[in-house]
Structure formats: structure tokens, C-alpha cells
Nanobody
């Protein structure tokens, strides 16, 4: 049974930072496309950042334009965890953040635009940016 366990959400003021964590269990291999989507009430989930856990070199990460230069996605050494460091947070970053994954799957920039490729979701962690 696959589980994605998220942690690290909270409330911060604009300009602040948060780090989200997602621990995956139940995958046979650590060569998966994993990442983060976020959602606000009445809106569809939007891709924030993706990482291919089977490769640590350049080109394994992808970001939505709205977070480039502010957010950084990374993987744990064992490849079964991903992290999202969020800096210079803005009120528009507010939302429920979901860890997303598909096992034995390469990531691609186009996967930020749709959640149809995702097979596994975490329960979500709330991020609120407000003064």
C-alpha cells in the first residue's frame, strides 16, 4: 500500500518561508515522478513543482512560472522523500498543498499543467500567507 505523508504547512507573513516534506512509502523503486500541487476553494489543483527521484543531476526539476526563483524542490538521499522549500511567500501562494506521485515515471514540464498523470496523492497540508 502506497502512502504519501506530508508535513510542514502553516501560517506565515508575506516574505516568510516554509518547508514542506513528503515521505513516500510502499513504492518498490525510487524512480518516480513526485511533486507538489496546490488548490484553493473553487479552483482546480495547479502544479507547483516536480522532481524525478531517480536522478540527481540537472534537468530533474520543473517549476510553475509563478514560483520560479522562490521555491526549490529536492529529494531525500534515499529517493523516497521530497521537500519543497518556499521562500519569499506571497498571499497568492495560500492554498492546500498536496504531494503527488506516479511510480516508475519520468517527469515532464507539461505535467505541471494537469493532474491526470498522478496516481497517488497525500492528504494535503495547508499553507496560509497573510499579514
Amino acid at each position: 500500500q502506497v502512502t504519501l505523508a506530508e508535513s510542514g504547512g502553516g501560517s506565515v507573513q508575506p516574505g516568510g518561508s516554509l518547508k514542506l516534506s513528503c515521505e513516500a512509502s510502499g513504492y518498490k523503486y525510487n524512480t518516480n515522478c513526485m511533486g507538489w500541487f496546490r488548490q484553493t476553494p473553487g479552483q482546480e489543483r495547479e502544479g507547483v513543482a516536480l522532481i524525478y527521484t531517480g536522478y540527481t543531476g540537472e534537468g530533474s526539476t520543473y517549476y510553475a512560472d509563478s514560483v520560479k526563483g522562490r521555491f526549490a524542490i529536492s529529494r531525500g538521499d534515499a529517493g523516497n522523500a521530497v521537500y519543497l522549500q518556499m521562500n519569499s511567500l506571497k498571499p497568492e501562494d495560500t492554498g492546500m498543498y498536496y504531494c503527488a506521485a506516479r511510480p516508475v515515471y519520468l517527469c515532464a514540464p507539461a505535467y505541471l499543467a494537469t493532474a491526470h498523470w498522478v496516481t497517488d496523492w497525500g492528504q494535503g497540508t495547508q499553507v496560509t500567507v497573510s499579514s
